[in-house]
């Protein structure tokens, strides 16, 4: 069973089911050359792909080019079905730092054949989390900052407050879609400069004030 840790805490929640969201920042939408669009786009992971800081990330045999994407996670806490935007503010239990590796090869055929990108986001050890802290100990402003290195080269460093869709606007919407419950997580999408990892690699992720993580793909 995966879990997630809170800090100051010993309860340990189990993992529900994983909600992304996709295009979330425009100069990342701009850098891969996709379209934006009005609604957040969605898609879903496994919670067999979730490892956690500090343990390993498998390069897949079937692909060349998978590349870092790194996210706000939310972690909700309490059932919530058609949220208005109080109740989803009051849904988000805590917060945390997600990796979503993603085949982009994989991913890019598949775009091109009009089929899903389950393959491409869904292998296993392509979910790594840090630690989770309560939303009851830290109150997230988006002033934020989050960095990815690898080895030791920042790639991804910007302010959450450039998300197109805010975590309480994510949660309304995805609620109007499916019904959200206690340990649901969601990606709240990626920033600009996403690039390829090799193996060997070293990867670092942060989000300030939050949490944080490290890695290496094998």
């Known amino acids: 069973m995966k879990t997630i840790k ?18 979330n920042y425009v100069e990342h939408i701009q850098e891969l050359g996709n379209e934006q669009h009005e609604k957040p786009v969605i898609f879903l992971k496994t919670v067999t792909s979730v490892i956690y800081s500090g343990e390993e990330i498998i390069y897949p045999s079937f692909s060349d080019d998978m590349h870092h994407e790194t996210e706000l996670v939310l972690l909700i806490g309490s059932m919530v079905k058609d949220a208005k935007r109080i109740e989803a503010e009051k849904a988000i239990a805590g917060y945390g730092v997600g990796l979503d590796m993603t085949l982009r090869d994989v991913q890019n055929d598949l775009k091109k054949k009009g089929h899903p990108w389950t393959i491409a986001k869904c292998f296993d050890t392509s979910t790594m989390l840090s630690d989770f802290i309560s939303s009851d100990d830290y109150k997230l402003t988006l002033n934020e900052t989050v960095t990815l290195k690898v080895n030791g080269e920042v790639r991804q460093n910007d302010k959450l407050n450039k998300m197109i869709f805010n975590p309480a606007q994510i949660v309304e ?8 419950e206690e340990g649901d997580l969601i990606f709240t999408g990626t920033p600009k400069g996403v690039s390829k990892v090799n193996r060997g690699d070293v990867l670092e992720a942060q989000i300030e004030n939050v949490s944080k993580l ?5």
Not at 214 to 218: A, F, G, I, L, S
Request: hydrophobic share 40%; with cysteine.
């Open 6 to 23: 809170l800090k100051n805490g010993s309860k340990e929640i189990p993992i529900n089911k994983i909600v992304c969201v996709g295009r």
């Open 173 to 180: 919407y995805i609620s109007s879609l499916m019904t959200l």
């Open 214 to 218: 490290n890695c290496k793909v094998v």
